[in-house]
């Protein structure tokens, strides 16, 4: 959800210089947890997001920083089986996303970034009980960008792609069941991609807004099978989280200030 802030506009060779920006995405998810047949279990429908991003730099030669984050709550439509017997069914599932990320950039060229980063994001989604998933994953990228005039007066087309492998992920599992604990399943890693074409036009030397297409693509591993007990301390049954993915795509419009 949401794509970073555009690089900012430099004031010279030594000038500080920065980037805010906020915006809307709108983008369409397709969740799918990977069971065997007959099971399954899947979310997919539209997500409107709200976005805020901030870059620095201190010169056009030196170490750029970011920070972004983005949150919806959305809902999306569940097409799966239910657990025990399993009987498929479908219905509306209310979900709240969350994503903050920060990064370290160095230009190689004039139109040329490398970049890394870590990011935290997690996902509240109510079933007829409540699954809390949150990871953490690291960032590693490259950006390239036009400059303003090449294609279009005003305009200006960049393109941005990064790795994200996950790591420390797990899922909350709460209200199961009646007098069922809540339970923690710890998941493994996976990697994830995500791809964007930002495209932005210059109203003026420090306003410009600008349009992202992007694609993402994430993943979690199962978790290990685990004990789920009663309030009372006696089991419940043996459950496992299974591996999922998760496909993304939509476009974000925001709004830049730089100075």
Do not use: C
Not at 51 to 57: A, I
């Amino acid at each position: 959800m949401g794509a970073l802030t555009a690089p900012a506009i430099a004031r010279g060779d030594d000038a500080i210089s920065g980037t805010a920006s906020v915006g809307l995405d709108l983008g369409y998810i397709d969740y799918k947890e990977e069971l065997t047949p007959p099971r399954k279990s899947t979310e997919s429908g539209p997500i409107l997001a709200v976005q805020g991003s901030f870059e620095l730099h201190v010169s056009p030669t030196l170490p750029w920083m970011s920070l972004f984050a983005t949150y919806s709550a959305s809902s999306t439509h569940f097409d799966g089986t239910t657990n025990e017997p399993v009987v498929p069914t479908t219905g509306t599932t209310g979900n709240q996303y969350f994503k903050i990320e920060g990064r370290v950039g160095y230009p190689i060229t004039s139109f040329l970034d490398v970049y890394a980063g870590l990011g935290y994001r997690s996902w509240l989604r109510r079933l007829d009980y409540d699954e809390f998933y949150s990871w953490k994953f690291a960032i590693v990228g490259l950006r390239a960008s036009t400059d303003y005039g090449v294609l279009l007066p005003d305009l200006r087309l960049r393109v941005d792609g990064s790795l994200r492998p996950t790591f420390g992920a797990s899922m909350r599992l709460e209200d199961y069941a009646p007098n069922v604990q809540p339970a923690t399943l710890d998941l493994q890693s996976r990697l994830g991609v995500r791809i964007e074409t930002p495209i932005d036009y210059r109203f003026s030397p420090i306003f410009f807004a600008s349009l992202t297409p992007y694609y993402e693509f994430s993943a979690l591993g199962a978790s290990d099978y685990q004990t789920l007990h009663y309030t009372d301390g006696s089991v419940y049954k043996i459950a496992r989280e299974p591996s999922s993915t998760t496909n993304q795509y939509g476009a974000t419009a925001s709004f830049s200030y730089s100075y």
